[in-house]
Each structure stands twice: as structure tokens, then as C-alpha cells.
């Protein structure tokens, strides 16, 4: 992998320059010509439920792993077409509901500002650009029913090292008393966040997440009320038949997934509750709804010999909003609003054993984003997307007011060329900048961080 | 010699263009569910994105996934289905399609596609329609009428079982109607391949809708190109409901005639075709006139 840094006086890099440019034109056109003048067959399927059960993957998604209103149906019927041919007795006893995804990709990173040590021990901002070739993380699906109304899920997932983790863990219980109204399940799992992060369909460093599933604004140390990260804990869920209604209500350990219980006795919550409806534009059902994510979390550790034991000093934080999917023949709109707001003691990173430092109070903010997705056919996808935060509270008011706020967009596009029922293949192309007031090291002024990423996403 | 190849030439214009003409005439088919109507030039994406992968691109039911899944997808092209309020031999209406499509099928790959919007559904009826030119020269049968479901009693349970007998339903579904009757083995579909009989124990619901009056149809209509014929010229309406409340006794869900059937003692058939003796038992108590509740379409 190449690093280029960035400096006016630095001939190499507007050779590097070139030839970065060169070649992501090269793999672009490369990319469109693919799609223009290959040989395209009629789109089909996601591997492990596909082969299960013969549908086209475009059937449950609008392009995977983006789920469509019949995906999230299965999803929410407990991965069951609910035709009396769900439990595994229907099947060849040698299938496994098994699917690995991964990605290799070329890609470039630039951070407008780092902090980079000088030979005399101090520290100069410069910009930083890096590209190359390289992996994704590997994520190993396994799957499905274990007998009607009995499904599980199991994820382990690596990053692009190999070191892998349990990303979701998880069994449920479906129909329970017959009624589509009452599903439980236990474990670790993701929220029930109807615009999925974990089925984004961008992919790099900067656009591959939402950034207000994540956000904490700088100097802010609560790393649990990320409502993109995985959660452990219960949830009860309940849906109409068709899905157009559905709740959930989940109580969850507020350690942000990770487990042996790294947080003391802090809990939280996450309520949901969304709407379906034919607007009558075609395209899809569209849905709007509200969420809720609320509880307490620890400020500090206890050690032992030095050694974390468990966390403590629970203060409370909440993230609250509405979304809202809409489809206007091949377009549509994700939608997404959040308010946030943290307890001094997180906003400070002040344990709370200890007095907060004079002025300090909670931080909050408000910020959303638009994702528009152009679906040409169910094998080719446009996507573009506009985030922004915006803080209304500091942690202090001495501090500038647009302080911690976010600017982010992304652009790309999605090709999948043969998608059948047994695998998954899309070539993946992809731009996203984001830019942060206040985060650049040194200066303290506006950070730009920037992907450009270029790869062949496959599945089976 | 020239002649000839003009001739040629002309006769293979005139069915090249007769084809794009019929396509196009196809493609221009409507289907009509209350006040939607459906256009299968719009259904032909929603056909490609969820069904084209076990129907098949001509809708011949030969889809990637065809050779994989049991029983077969409908062959489109036939223009015959097994889910009709239309008498045997004839087409569907629109709307028996447009049920199909959103309760599936039973037992089978085919999901329910409730979540679909009701106007995706009412374009791929269209689209459906568009593969047969059947649609093209034939109307829809009339829909058959459905009478008010009687009461459920004892003596009704037991004429049902009789009429299990003389219509001799055991050689397909069994004498305990788990599927497994003498015949089931030899059976085959319109298009030559095996087929398993109705097994009652399984579910709660049918193939073809979960309600009593559902049941009812399938009798009078027949489930054309499966083995199931229509008894509509040997059932009489009273005959057909019966037989409804006796089958009900046979699933594996708690109903008013399963408690009915409990109380009599009521036994399976015996397939030498004698009828076992029941003792006569009137209603249970609480449900003095043994009624269920029902609306006007027999819906529980």
C-alpha cells in the first residue's frame, strides 16, 4: 500500500497524483464499460436464504443487502415465508444456511490534518493522502430457522487483519400465542433501525457508516449510545401481517455489545415504532415512524492491579427521532432525524466520582440526513447521501458554537452483474467526504477526511 | 425461384409481425380488482425483481430455481390454476389471481405477498395473464355461489364423514385424511409429475385460503391441474359443508367441530367402506344450537 504526504514542494506526489488519478480513471471506466457493454442477466438473489428457498435475491432486496418491504417482512416473520415449509425438516438435510461476504477493493483515504511528529519531538499538521489495494473485513452469516417460529443468527465477523468477533449473536421466538404481534429474542443483535446501517449500501472509511448512528461530540466519552453498533440484550417485537405496522421494544446492557458484562448493572433502551403505507407512486411501500434510544451508561473504571474490572458511575443520555422511507417510482428517499443528548458528565469525560469542571453542562444536538438511492433495474443502483450535525449545546459555553458539527456526503453506485440465487457479486464504486468543525489536531479547525473506494463486493 | 424465396420471405414477415402483434396485444392486457386496475406492462419489472427466478423469464414456471423446488411453479403459459371461485375447465378472475398472489401458496415456495402494495399486485395479476393467450379469446368463468354455512352439529359431522366415504376422498387424503390413501402414490399433476394429496393434519390453513367457505370452493371448483377434481355435479351444497365441518375435525387446531367429534367419539373410516358405529351425541353444552360464528362469506 502506498502513503503519499502531501506537501507543496513535493514533486513526487503530483506524480503520485497522476498516476492515482490515472489508474481510478482506468478502473472507473473499467467499471462502466462492465456495465454498458457486458452481458447482464435478469437479477436475482442473497445466498443463504436464497438457497433455501429459491427466491431471486431481488426479491427481498431492493439491492442487497439493502432489504426491501418483502426482506423486512421475512426478516420480521423470523427469516420464515410462513408457507409451512420453514422449519429445516423441509430441507436437504445437507444444506447449511451459510454465506461468507467480503470485499477487496482499491481505495484512498486523505485526512485534510494530522498530527505528525517532527525530528525535533514536536508536531506539524500536513495532510495526508493513502491508497492502494486492500481488504475488507470478512462477515460469516450463518443463519435461519431452527424449527418453525425457532430462528437464530450468527455472525461472526473479522476485520481486514483476520481478527474476528461475534458481530450477532442471537436466538428468537416467533408468533408466540399464534400472533405475528409477539416475537422475542435474546442475545446481540442490531437495533431495530428500519435503515439499516449494517445493510448500508456504501461502503468505504468515511461514507460506510451513518454518522449520526455514532456521533459524540469531541471531548464527549460516551462510547455507548451509539445506536449503529450492535447491542446485547432482549427484544420483544411485534408486526401486522403484512408488516405495514410494526413496534419494537428492546432492554439492552449499556456496554455497547461488548460482552462479560463490562459495565455494572447500566442499562438502556430502545423503542421503536414505524407505519407503512402506499402513497401511490410506485416503486415501493413507503413508511414512516420514531425512535427512541435512552438509558444510562457508565463514566469510569474500576481496576484491579491495574486491570479493568468493571465500569461505574452511570449517567444518563438519550437519542431520539423520526424517519421516513418514501418511493417515487425508481427513486427513493431514506430519511432521518435525531436529536441527541448527553449528560455533562459525558460531555466533560469527567468520571463521576470526581466534581465536574466549573460551566459544564449536558451537550445536545440535532442533526439528519437524506439518502437517495436511483434504482435503474434491481441490478444497477445509484446512491447519494447528505448528512449533517449540528450542535445546539456545548459542553461548555466558552466553546464555539458549531464546534463537534458535521458536514458529510456520499456518492456512489452499485452493479450487479449476474446475481442469481446462489451468490452475490457487485462491483462497488464510491466517493464520500466529511468534513468536522474543531477536530483537526493542532489547529482545532474544520478536519476534512475524504474515501475514495473502488471494489468487487461478492457473497456466496 | 425468386418466387419462392419472396413467398418465404413474405410468410415469415407476416408471422414475425403476427408475433409482435400478438406480444404487443398481450403486453397491453389490464386486470380489474374493485376499483384498481392493474397493467402488465407496469407488472413486467415487479415480475422480474420477485418472481422470475422460479416462474421463469416466459412464465413457463421453468425459473433458475425451478429444478430445485417441490412442487413445481405454475406454468403461466397454460393459463390453469389451481385457486379459482370459477367453475372447473375455466379461467380465473382477476381477483381469484390477485388472492393468490397475496395468501401464496401452501406447502409450497410460493410466499404470501401481502407486503407488496395492493396496486404491485393487481399489475402482476396483468402481467401474469399476459403469458397465455388463453386471456385473449376466453372471459373468466362465472364465480360459483357460496351459500350460508349451517350450524355445526353432531349429525352434520357424521354426514360429512359419509360423504368423505361415498366420494371416496380416503383413496387420495387417507381414511384419516393425513394424505396417504391407496392412490396418493400414483398421483400426478397436468403436467405428468408426482403430487402428494391434502394432508389435513398438517395446518390449520388450505391450500387455497384458510376459511371454511374456502374449503367449500375448492370442492365445487375443483383444483385444476392437480388430481382434485370438481364435485360440483355430485355434491349438493348441504353435502359440501358437511364434509367442510368433518375435515375441520381432522386439523390439528382446537375448533368448535373438533370438540364436537371428541364428545361423539366420533373414529376415523374403516377402508373396507363400512362407516364405524358412533354413539348419537347431542351439541355440547354452551354451543346448544352447535353454531359458529361465521360471517357471510363463511369466514371464522
Known amino acids: 500500500m502506498q502513503i503519499g504526504l502531501k506537501t507543496p514542494s513535493d514533486g513526487t506526489n503530483s506524480f503520485l497524483g497522476s498516476a492515482i488519478a490515472s489508474l481510478a480513471s482506468a478502473l472507473t471506466l473499467l467499471i462502466f464499460l462492465l456495465i454498458f457493454f457486458g452481458n447482464p442477466t435478469p437479477g436475482r438473489a442473497i445466498p443463504a436464504f436464497a438457497r433455501k428457498y429459491g427466491l431471486p435475491c431481488s426479491a427481498c432486496h431492493e439491492a442487497w443487502p439493502m432489504l426491501n418491504v418483502f426482506g423486512q417482512t421475512f426478516k420480521d416473520n423470523g427469516y420464515q415465508l410462513m408457507n409451512d415449509r ?20 482499491w481505495h484512498r483515504e486523505s485526512t485534510s490534518q494530522v498530527a505528525i511528529d517532527t525530528a525535533n519531538g514536536g ?23 431452527l424449527y418453525k417460529n425457532y430462528s437464530f443468527y450468527l455472525l461472526p465477523s473479522s476485520d481486514n487483519t483476520g481478527a474476528f468477533h461475534f458481530e450477532t449473536v442471537m436466538a428468537r421466538i416467533d408468533n408466540i400465542g399464534n400472533s405475528p404481534w409477539f416475537n422475542f429474542k435474546l442475545g446481540k443483535f442490531e437495533l431495530d433501525n428500519i435503515i439499516s446501517e449494517k445493510r448500508i ?67 438502556s433502551g430502545f423503542v421503536t415504532a ?23 451508561a457508565p463514566t469510569y473504571t474500576l481496576t484491579s492491579y491495574g486491570q479493568p474490572v468493571t465500569s461505574v458511575g452511570n449517567k444518563p443520555f438519550n437519542r431520539e427521532g423520526v424517519f421516513a422511507l418514501i418511493y417515487v417510482k425508481k427513486l427513493d428517499f431514506s430519511l432521518f432525524y435525531q436529536h441527541g443528548w448527553d449528560n455533562a458528565y459525558f460531555a466533560t469525560s469527567t468520571p463521576s466520582n470526581v466534581p465536574l469542571p466549573p460551566g459544564a453542562q449536558a451537550t445536545s444536538w440535532n442533526g439528519g440526513f437524506v439518502e437517495t438511492h436511483y434504482v435503474f433495474n434491481p441490478q444497477v ?42 451468490a452475490g457479486f457487485a462491483y462497488h464504486a464510491e466517493y464520500a467526504l466529511v468534513q468536522q468543525k474543531g477536530a483537526a489536531p493542532l489547529t482545532f479547525t474544520q478536519l476534512n477526511t475524504s474515501s475514495v473506494f473502488l471494489g468487487f463486493d461478492f457473497a456466496f | ?119 404491485d399486485r393487481v399489475d402482476l395479476v396483468a402481467y401474469v395473464k399476459h403469458f397465455s393467450p388463453r386471456w385473449l ?100 351444497p348441504d353435502e359440501a359443508w358437511e364434509l367442510v365441518m368433518y375435515l375441520r375435525t381432522l386439523q390439528p387446531e382446537d375448533t368448535v367441530e373438533k370438540q364436537i367429534a371428541k364428545q361423539i367419539g366420533l373414529k376415523p373410516l374403516e377402508p373396507n367402506g363400512q362407516l364405524p358405529e358412533t354413539p348419537a351425541t347431542p351439541a355440547p353444552a354452551g354451543n346448544p344450537a352447535g353454531e359458529k360464528s361465521t360471517n357471510s362469506s363463511g369466514t371464522k
Open chain 1, 123 to 145: 508536531q506539524v499538521p500536513e495532510e495526508v493522502t493513502s491508497n492502494g489495494f486492500d481488504l475488507s473485513g470478512l462477515d460469516f452469516h450463518t443463519g435461519g430457522t
Open chain 1, 274 to 296: 414505524s407505519q407503512a403505507f402506499d402513497a401511490g407512486y410506485q416503486g415501493g411501500v413507503d413508511r414512516v415512524g420514531a425512535y427512541a434510544f435512552f438509558g444510562n
Open chain 1, 86 to 105: 420453514d422449519s429445516p425438516i423441509w430441507q436437504n438435510p445437507s444444506y447449511w444456511p451459510a454465506t461468507f461476504r467480503m470485499t477487496p477493493n
Open chain 2, 137 to 236: 379469446t376466453e372471459k373468466p368463468g362465472t364465480p360459483i355461489v357460496i351459500p350460508p354455512e349451517p350450524p355445526v352439529t353432531a349429525d352434520r359431522i357424521k354426514e360429512g364423514r359419509a360423504v368423505f366415504q361415498k366420494m371416496e376422498c380416503w383413496k387420495c387424503h387417507g381414511v384419516t385424511g393425513r394424505g396417504n390413501g391407496p392412490s396418493a402414490a400414483t398421483l400426478t399433476d397436468d403436467e405428468n409429475r408426482p403430487i402428494l394429496p391434502f394432508n389435513f393434519h398438517d395446518s390449520q390453513r388450505f391450500k387455497c385460503g384458510e376459511t371454511d367457505a374456502a374449503m367449500y370452493k375448492d370442492f365445487m371448483t375443483g383444483l385444476d391441474g392437480s388430481p382434485m377434481p370438481s364435485f360440483a355435479d355430485n355434491l349438493k
Open chain 1, 201 to 267: 449500501l456504501t461502503l468505504s472509511n468515511e461514507g460506510g457508516y451513518y454518522q449520526l448512528y455514532h456521533f459524540i461530540p469531541l471531548g464527549d466519552s460516551n462510547v455507548f449510545g451509539q445506536m449503529g453498533d450492535n447491542q446485547l440484550g432482549a427484544e420483544l417485537m411485534g408486526h401486522s401481517l403484512n408488516d405495514r405496522t410494526r413496534y419494537s421494544v428492546a432492554l439492552l446492557s449499556s456496554n455497547d455489545g461488548n460482552v462479560n458484562l463490562s459495565s455494572k448493572n447500566a442499562y
Open chain 2, 1 to 119: 425461384m425468386l418466387g419462392t424465396v419472396a413467398v418465404l420471405l413474405l410468410g415469415i414477415t407476416c408471422w414475425a409481425q403476427q408475433t409482435e402483434y400478438s406480444e404487443q396485444q398481450r403486453l397491453n392486457m389490464e386486470s380489474h380488482v374493485g376499483n384498481m386496475t392493474g397493467h402488465a406492462t407496469i407488472g413486467a419489472p415487479i415480475y422480474k425483481r420477485f418472481c422470475i427466478g422460479c416462474h421463469g423469464v416466459v412464465g413457463d414456471g421453468q425459473g433458475e430455481n425451478a429444478m430445485w423446488i417441490d412442487p413445481k411453479p405454475r406454468n403461466f403459459t397454460i393459463a390453469i390454476f389451481r385457486c379459482r371461485s370459477t367453475p372447473t375447465g375455466t379461467l380465473p378472475t382477476d381477483t381469484d389471481l390477485y388472492d393468490t398472489v397475496g395468501r401464496g401458496m401452501l406447502n409450497s415456495n410460493m410466499p404470501h405477498w401481502l407486503p407488496l402494495t395492493n396496486q
Open chain 1, 381 to 422: 443502483i445509484f446512491i447519494q447521501r447528505d448528512e449533517f450535525v449540528r450542535m445546539s449545546q456545548q459542553a461548555f459555553n466558552t466553546t464555539p458554537g458549531n464546534n463537534s458539527n458535521i458536514n458529510a456526503y456520499t456518492f456512489g453506485f452499485r452493479y450487479y452483474p449476474f446475481m442469481f440465487s446462489r
